[in-house]
């Protein structure tokens, strides 16, 4: 799912998911929606979007307002991922590499071993290319 549709988009598509018409989305619902941005989320990323969606009440139904807002906050996660992901990317490669990655790594408080750094190398790079680009790293974050 790309957040990079127009408000009026999200809420056209919102209104097409609500299959039922009772104004808000079940996980089934959001499911579908999901879907159709992205066919390889698992059932427990869609688990985690639903109850991110759904808001602090959790009521097990997604208003619009509930969706917009969970939009926006995500656009704002994704800008600063991707200010992250630049400011690291020291070569402007549009990739990360294993020393680029460490530099992000020793950013946080938690000081990582070099065995730590390859297993998350690993695991986020999905390509098997040796080093990670903005949507896998985008997907690693998320």
């Given at each position: ?20 018409c009772s104004g808000t989305l079940d996980v089934y619902e959001l ?24 808001g602090p009440k959790g009521d097990r139904r997604i208003t619009l307002?509930?969706f917009k807002k969970g939009l926006q906050s995500l656009q704002t ?66």
């Amino acid at each position: 799912m790309t957040a990079k549709k127009s408000a009026d988009e999200w809420e056209k598509l919102y209104k097409e998911a609500d299959a039922d018409c009772s104004g808000t989305l079940d996980v089934y619902e959001l499911r579908n929606l999901l879907k159709k941005g992205s066919s390889n989320l698992t059932d427990s990323q869609i688990a985690d979007a639903f109850v991110f969606f759904d808001g602090p009440k959790g009521d097990r139904r997604i208003t619009l307002d509930e969706f917009k807002k969970g939009l926006q906050s995500l656009q704002t996660f994704i800008k600063k991922l991707t200010a992250m992901f630049k400011q690291y990317d020291c070569d402007n490669s549009g990739f990360l590499d294993k020393n680029e990655l460490r530099k992000i790594l020793e950013a946080s408080s938690h000081k990582f071993t070099e065995d730590e750094v390859n297993d998350i190398l690993k695991k986020a790079d999905k390509s098997g290319d040796g080093k990670i680009s903005f949507d896998e790293f985008l997907e690693a974050c998320t």
